[in-house]
Structure formats: C-alpha cells, structure tokens
C-alpha cells in the first residue's frame, strides 16, 4: 500500500529549529512534486514548500522564505522540511503530500510542530 510517513515534529521554543521526514513507501518519487502543507486549528490548509524531483527546483510562500528549507533524496524516496528561526505562528500539522495531478495526490498523516513564545 502506498504511504507517506511524517516524523520530526514536536514542541520547541521560539526561534529553534525542527526537521521534519517524509518517507513515501509502495511507489517512487519519479519526477513529481513533493510539497508540504500545515493547517492550524481553525485555518484552511496552507501549502508552505515545494520541490521537484526530478530537477530540484523549489518553492516557498513568504512567510517561511529564508527560514525554511526543503530538500530530498530519491535514492531514498525522502523529503525534508528543514525549519529555523520557528515563530508561534508556525504552530499547526505539517503534511507531506505527493502532487499527481488528475490521478490524486498523496498525503501522509500529518506531525504536529507547536512553538512556544
């Protein structure tokens, strides 16, 4: 069965860092978009990061830009969410999701990240 597994999330005081896993099993990444979203209670899902696997180009919406990092290994069908310099605003789930277009994305369970003041 295909999966997507998050890890990395936890508490941390404002200003520290997290890095977030994302291991997809059952398929390979083979050239898709890897992104990650995070939703607060209360507040619609928001897509924060990007990145291809096939070239590496990434995105990032601007208020994680220069303190978030997206990065992976196909070799290993991973992906990750390097986040420094975190802010209580940062506090929601963090998803791993698999663009696939028309044939449905792929997402994982969701790790919750919270960031004390």
């Known amino acids: 069965e295909v999966q997507l597994v998050e890890s990395g999330g936890g508490l941390v005081q404002a200003g520290g860092s997290l890095r977030l896993s994302c291991v997809a099993t059952?398929?390979?990444?083979?050239?898709?978009?890897i992104g990650w979203f995070r939703q607060a209670p209360g507040k619609d899902r928001e897509g924060i990061s990007c990145i291809s696997s096939e070239s590496g180009s990434t995105f990032y919406t601007s208020s994680v830009k220069g303190r978030f990092t997206i990065s992976s290994d196909n070799a290993k069908n991973t992906v990750y969410l390097q986040m420094n310099s975190l802010k209580p605003e940062d506090t929601a789930v963090y998803f791993c999701?698999?663009?696939?277009?028309?044939?449905?994305?792929?997402w994982g369970q969701g790790t919750q990240v919270t960031v004390s003041a």
């Open positions: 999701v698999v663009l696939r277009g028309w044939r449905g994305n792929y």
């Open positions: 059952g398929f390979t990444f083979d050239g898709h978009g």
